[in-house]
């Protein structure tokens, strides 16, 4: 009987130790990224940021409009300075369009220039306009915890589908464990050779939300470089229309 009861006290003990190690109800690869991909847009999301290109020799700097609603939708406006003010870029669904107002002229961007440098900055078309998807476009993969600025981070790798318009062929990302904000992201070709390393800085209250404020893009192979995205402000959830996203609307916004 004791030795019965030595056995059931062991179990016991031993089924303590294995839950305490497993997590429970610990959100997949998937469940985090898709967290941090709807904490930054929202149903909706309207904001005014400041993007500043930094070379060894020079830089400059533009304030722009941004409005986004789900995947579908995005209109990006500059406003300043006056050389580039009123150049607009829409997403709809898979299709991107340039608004051009010195020459007055819609360009439809093919996909083949999702890769290119977005108005001379180190963020690519695709990055500003996000055609692709970073949820249902890529396979993730939990690859443990590291700490990024204090805060203890879920470290996720993200391979894209065969059949996914993408423009990388491998991502890795750091999403901040309590606020599931992304605090720095890897981008790699499809080769495997690191291409660029986003960096989010400046943690505030943006619309109500705690998120990194400045994003940093730094490319791998070009030393001196980055590019530096500065949230001025953001509102989430408002109400906008389907049809406030239309080539004719990029070219009256303001």
Not at 37 to 65: A, C, H, L, Q
Not at 105 to 123: A, E, H, N, T, Y
Not at 214 to 219: G, S
Request: aromatic share 10%.
């Amino acid at each position: 009987m004791k030795k019965k009861l030595i056995i059931l006290t062991f179990l016991a003990f031993a089924i303590g130790l294995v839950s305490m190690t497993i997590p429970v109800g610990e959100p997949t690869a998937k469940e985090i990224v898709k967290k941090a991909d709807e904490k930054y847009k929202g149903k909706t999301s309207i904001g005014e940021m400041t993007m500043t290109v930094i070379r060894p020799t020079w830089k400059r700097t533009m304030t722009m409009k941004d409005w986004s609603k789900g995947d579908d939708f995005a209109l990006i406006l500059v406003t300043k300075p006056a050389r580039e003010k009123g150049t607009a870029f829409l997403k709809r669904g898979k299709e991107i369009w340039n608004w051009q107002p010195t020459i007055e002229r819609v360009i439809k961007l093919p996909p083949s220039m999702m890769m290119q440098s977005w108005m001379g900055s180190d963020f690519t078309n695709d990055d500003l306009v996000k055609q692709s998807s970073i949820v249902k476009d890529y396979e993730h993969t939990l690859l443990g915890s590291e700490v990024i600025d204090g805060r203890n981070c879920y470290k996720i790798e993200m391979i894209p589908h065969e059949d996914a318009a993408v423009v990388w062929g491998k991502i890795i990302t750091w999403i901040a464990k309590e606020e599931f904000f992304t605090l720095k992201s890897e981008f790699y070709d499809e080769d495997g050779y690191l291409t660029n390393t986003m960096l989010g800085k400046k943690v505030k209250m943006l619309g109500g939300k705690l998120l990194p404020s400045v994003l940093e893009i730094i490319p791998a192979e070009e030393e001196g470089n980055k590019t530096v995205i500065e949230y001025l402000w953001l509102k989430f959830d408002e109400p906008i229309e389907d049809n406030f996203f239309s080539v004719q609307n990029m070219k009256r916004v303001r």
